[in-house]
């Protein structure tokens, strides 16, 4: 019995390469705050903000790389990776369900 090791291209995989490669040029985007924190900053209520109850990677910071850029790489790789697990966890859940 022969087993196939061969692997079609889905639309997720070319999805993961753009959210990957996305975050490998993050250090490139603008160093200007987002949208959400710049309304806060210009409304005067950004000191306001409460903190959040825990951070995977706080401010995009990975502890002990100093370099900030590849910092915020490993951030945004490390990032991707969690959200792309859970959502691949959760379609396989859901499809072995409608299966069952």
Request: charge should be negative; avoid cysteine; charged fraction near 20%.
């Amino acid at each position: 019995m022969e087993v196939k090791s061969e692997m079609k291209f889905k639309w997720w995989h070319g999805a993961l390469i753009l959210a990957l490669l996305l975050a490998i040029l993050s250090p490139l985007a603008s160093s200007s705050p987002d949208g959400l924190e710049r309304v806060a900053e210009d409304k005067g209520f950004i000191n306001a903000a409460l903190e959040p109850f825990f951070e995977i990677v706080p401010d995009y910071v990975i502890p002990g790389v100093t370099n900030e850029a590849v910092a915020t790489i490993l951030a945004g790789i490390v990032g991707t990776l969690i959200l792309f697990g859970i959502g691949y966890g959760l379609a396989k859940l859901l499809r072995a369900k409608g299966e069952a």
